[in-house]
C-alpha cells in the first residue's frame, strides 16, 4: 500500500518568512495530493490539490509542487502570518481506489 | 451548500460498551470515509463507503464497523470499546468519481 513521509514535524517561522513542507511517497500510481490544514480543535481543511498532470500549482500565498520521477512533493507558503499556523498534512491517494493516505503532519508555529 | 455532518459531537463510554457515530455527506456526495485521529497524531483511514458498498478498510480490528444508507448517510459503529479507541473520528465526504475529500467537525470519543 501506499505510504507518506511528511517533514518537518514541527516548524517554526518568523511572520513574513517563508515555510516549506516536504512529503514522499511510495506508490508510482498515485496521481492525486491533496494538502490540509488543520487548525487547533477544528476540520482538516483542504487548501490545496495537485494532480500529476501538473508540477506546480498556486493560489495566493500557497503554492505546492509535485517531482513524480522522484516521489515527493511540497507545500510552499509565503508571507507567513499568524494565522496559517496549524497542523498541516499532506496526502497520496493509492491509484486505482480513490483512497488517500495522509503523512503524519507539519505544526507550523508562525511567530508574530 | 451545506458542509459535512457528524453527530455527536462528543460521546462518553465505558470499556467494553458499543459507539455509534454518525455522518452525512455534503448534498451529491456518494463517498464517505472514516478516520481516526487520536490525540496529537495522523489521521488513520479506517473504512470507505461509495454507493452503500465497504469499498475499502484500513488496518483496524473487525469490531470496527459500519455501513452507509440508500441517503449514503453512513454511521461507524465500534464494539467492544478499549481505552485506546479514544479519538477524533472524522468523516469526510467526496464524489464517487473523484478522490477529493471534504471532513465533518469530528465526533470526539472518550472511552473511560
Known amino acids: 500500500g501506499e505510504n507518506v513521509e511528511q517533514h518537518p514535524s514541527t516548524l517554526s517561522v518568523q511572520e513574513g518568512d517563508s515555510a516549506v513542507i516536504k512529503c514522499t511517497y511510495s506508490d508510482s500510481a498515485s496521481n492525486y495530493f491533496p494538502w490540509y490544514k488543520q487548525e487547533l480543535g477544528k476540520r482538516p481543511q483542504l487548501i490545496i490539490d495537485?494532480?500529476?498532470?501538473?508540477g506546480e500549482k498556486k493560489d495566493q500565498r500557497i503554492a505546492v509542487t509535485l517531482n513524480k520521477t522522484a516521489k515527493h512533493f511540497s507545500l510552499h507558503i509565503t508571507e507567513t502570518q499568524p494565522e496559517d499556523s496549524a497542523v498541516y498534512f499532506c496526502a497520496a491517494n493509492s491509484g486505482g481506489y480513490q483512497k488517500v493516505t495522509f503523512g503524519t503532519g507539519t505544526k507550523l508555529q508562525v511567530i508574530p | 451548500e451545506a458542509g459535512v455532518t457528524q453527530s455527536p459531537t462528543h460521546l462518553i463510554k465505558t470499556r467494553g460498551q458499543q459507539a455509534t457515530l454518525r455522518c452525512s455527506p455534503i448534498s451529491g456526495h456518494t463517498s464517505v470515509y472514516w478516520y481516526q485521529q487520536a490525540l496529537g497524531l495522523g489521521l488513520q483511514f479506517l473504512l470507505w463507503?461509495?454507493?452503500?458498498?465497504?469499498?475499502n478498510r484500513g488496518n483496524f480490528p473487525p469490531r470496527f464497523s459500519g455501513r452507509q444508507f440508500p441517503n449514503y448517510s453512513s454511521e461507524l459503529n465500534v464494539n467492544a470499546l478499549e481505552l485506546e479507541d479514544s479519538a477524533l473520528y472524522l468523516c469526510?465526504?467526496?464524489?464517487?468519481?473523484?478522490?477529493?475529500?471534504?471532513f465533518g467537525p469530528g465526533t470526539r470519543l472518550t472511552v473511560l
Open positions: 463507503y461509495d454507493e452503500g458498498e465497504e469499498r
Open positions: 469526510a465526504s467526496g464524489r464517487g468519481d473523484t478522490d477529493t475529500q471534504y
Open positions: 495537485i494532480r500529476s498532470n501538473v
